[in-house]
């Protein structure tokens, strides 16, 4: 199933993901041509496969609603879209399942959702720690045209 940027959409569904990424050159320019519509602190990490799917933890806060988290088994990527399940996962377990994980291996990043000047929402991924000053610019619903280089399937843009 889907999350969307506030929760779990419904228990014990298959989703199909689709989505583009797109790296952002300049993040200062993306956020001031657009406005900003929420931002949730998003803290996960990846376990490894599990019968060929890929298998994350995260936790969400900052978006008015409390903390939530969730487990995601994310199947291969096929062009933009891939299966993803998702459930929800007690926040305390989610955290001790973290814990396990390395430091290096933990990924903390903000999620905005944005409106572009075009009248598109995406969504703006600001990564913190290891990875900061890393911007990945979203569109999930593959509408967009834009004019920077595409993420998704480089080593950097695939962290899921």
Same mark, same amino acid.
Request: some cysteine.
């Given at each position: 199933?889907?999350?969307?940027?506030?929760?779990?959409?419904?228990e014990?569904?298959?989703?199909?993901?689709?989505?583009?990424?797109?790296l952002?050159r300049?993040?200062?320019?993306?956020?001031?041509?657009?406005?900003e519509?929420?931002?949730?602190?998003?803290?996960?990490?990846?376990?490894?496969?599990?019968?060929?799917l890929?298998l994350?933890v #995260?936790?969400?806060?900052?978006?008015? /609603? $409390?903390e939530?988290a969730v %487990?995601?088994?994310?199947?291969?990527? =096929? !062009?933009?879209?891939?299966?993803?399940?998702?459930?929800?996962?007690?926040?305390?377990?989610?955290?001790?399942?973290?814990k396990?994980?390395?430091?290096?291996?933990?990924? #903390?990043?903000?999620?905005?959702s944005? /409106? $572009?000047?075009?009248g598109? %929402?995406?969504s703006?991924?600001?990564? =913190? !720690?290891a990875?900061s000053?890393?911007?990945?610019?979203?569109?999930?619903?593959?509408r967009?045209?834009?004019t920077?280089?595409?993420?998704?399937?480089g080593?950097?843009g695939?962290?899921?």
């Amino acid at each position: 199933m889907i999350v969307d940027h506030h929760g779990v959409s419904s228990e014990g569904a298959m989703a199909i993901e689709i989505e583009r990424r797109f790296l952002v050159r300049d993040s200062r320019a993306a956020f001031a041509a657009a406005e900003e519509l929420g931002g949730q602190d998003i803290v996960q990490g990846y376990f490894g496969r599990v019968g060929g799917l890929r298998l994350r933890v #995260r936790i969400l806060s900052g978006d008015g /609603r $409390g903390e939530t988290a969730v %487990v995601t088994f994310k199947g291969p990527r =096929r !062009g933009y879209c891939r299966l993803e399940f998702e459930y929800p996962l007690a926040v305390e377990r989610a955290r001790q399942v973290l814990k396990s994980l390395p430091g290096s291996r933990i990924i #903390r990043k903000t999620r905005y959702s944005i /409106r $572009g000047p075009d009248g598109l %929402v995406w969504s703006l991924d600001q990564f =913190r !720690g290891a990875n900061s000053g890393l911007v990945i610019a979203e569109d999930r619903a593959c509408r967009s045209r834009p004019t920077g280089r595409a993420a998704v399937g480089g080593r950097r843009g695939g962290y899921g």
